[in-house]
């Protein structure tokens, strides 16, 4: 018999179980259960919650969870429950439970979902135990869960395929305890995140995630259409530009944790669906965010009880402020030995990346093929906590000039382990400037460049309101986690990636 002929077959039992309950009036998904205890809870507190099981007066604690283990020893059985804290083991006995919860229990598989009651006591060998007095099937659990199992003396995880375990989170969930622990985790980041910028004085918001202009970031979005209105729209890219309208508009700080969309490959590093966290801070600059963002990190490690100094894959990583700084192109031409700022023709920037085997063919500007080369010599060693500065004005079409070379923009990059973890600059204010900078933008799309930027005249109003100077920052929530959770892909963060339909 294969593995999945074994597999179906299973499926049928566990099926002709459910029927057979039905015969005996047993629902085997009954309405409603509802513990008052947990497994964890129990086991640490056993020393003050025990009392003499000979004792009338004894509590009885009612748990849900998953059937884990089960070991039948003819009158008298052990069993484990999973809930959703961790492990406690059961003591069933048949003069306890009775002739007909005894015979149930004996039929459940495991990954059955079942309800319990009983009370705390200790083994013969100090296992604290529940003797249950009382037990109750809430949902078959018809499909068998994944097994360790062992093949020609290779013991392997039968649920070990990554891309099985994307698509059956669920499974994976159930039956890999790091990988709930990972998303615990997750859960807390963000919550020490939203409690960092609040405590910093800036205020939660919400922008929309249709618009009609994907602005505020370069990349390509995916479109919609609005069947009343009979309007394209596009889902957001960044909320970039509607976040700057409430700077413009009196709200000195905002943030906001958001979902985006781009339109892109999938990759370790890349979701098309991802979350982001960008603030925005009146009289502030790129130096504000700079202090903002290491503060930012060293807050979350914290919180979470990561510290600064810790292990990601095989490097040792510490946070510890303050970063190390770089010039964009003085950390390209170290990593390469091209100096951007020297070259003068895109035919010229072309032959020189393509000497150290960084082929640019489809660029469209000399600052274009500098990306390609930062992204292919630069980016993956930049292992330790360091911010990329000065970035072409060209490739930052909404951050400020500086002032002693208008040619580059007051913006930073912060990576770690080679991965680009966010982006900020001192906001561009000046509503003249920002037209021209989109005007060159929609030039660069009429050009073929997909991810340029969309003419947005009414942003370009907003400014003519006036913006004071403000400082702008957005970090990768996924990018984080993964840095914080040592995962290795971008996936294994995001409780359902994108996947192909099976």
Known sequence: MTENEEQ??????RIEKIEELKKKGVNPYPLRFFPDSYSKHLMDSFDSLYVNHEDPSRPVYKLGGRLQSKRIMGKASFAHLKDRDGLIQLYVSRDTLGEDLYSLFKTLDLGDQIGIEGYLFKTQKGEISLHLTSLILLAKCVRPLPVVKEKDGIVYDAFSDKELRYRMRYVDLIVNDNVKETFVKRSH????????????????????????????AAAKPFTTHHNALDMKLYLRIAPELYLKRLIVGGMDRVFELNRNFRNEG???????????????????????????TESLFVHVANAIGLGLKFNYGSHDIDITPPWKRSRYSDIIKEHSGIDFETITSLEQAKKQAQKIGVFADECVSIWKVAEEVFSEKVEPNLIQPIFITDQPKELS????????????????????????????????????????????QVKQREAGDEEAFMMDTDFVRALEYGMPPTGGLGIGVDRLVMLFTNSPSIRDTIFFPLMRPE
Do not use: C, W
């Open 189 to 216: 980041i963000i919550a020490e995140i939203r409690k960092f910028f609040i405590n910093h004085g800036f205020l939660e918001v919400e922008t929309p995630m249709m618009q009609s202009i994907a602005g505020g």
């Open 266 to 292: 999938i990759s370790i590093k890349h979701n098309p669906e991802f979350t982001m966290m960008e603030a925005y801070m009146a009289y502030g600059d790129m130096e504000t965010m700079l202090k903002l």
């Open 397 to 440: 079409p909404l951050a400020k000039s500086r002032e002693d070379n208008p040619l580059f923009v007051e913006r930073f990059e912060p990576y770690i382990v080679g991965r680009e973890m966010g982006n900020a600059f001192s906001e561009l204010n000046d509503p003249f400037d920002q037209k021209a900078r989109f005007e060159e």
């Open 8 to 13: 179906n077959d299973l499926i049928l039992q």
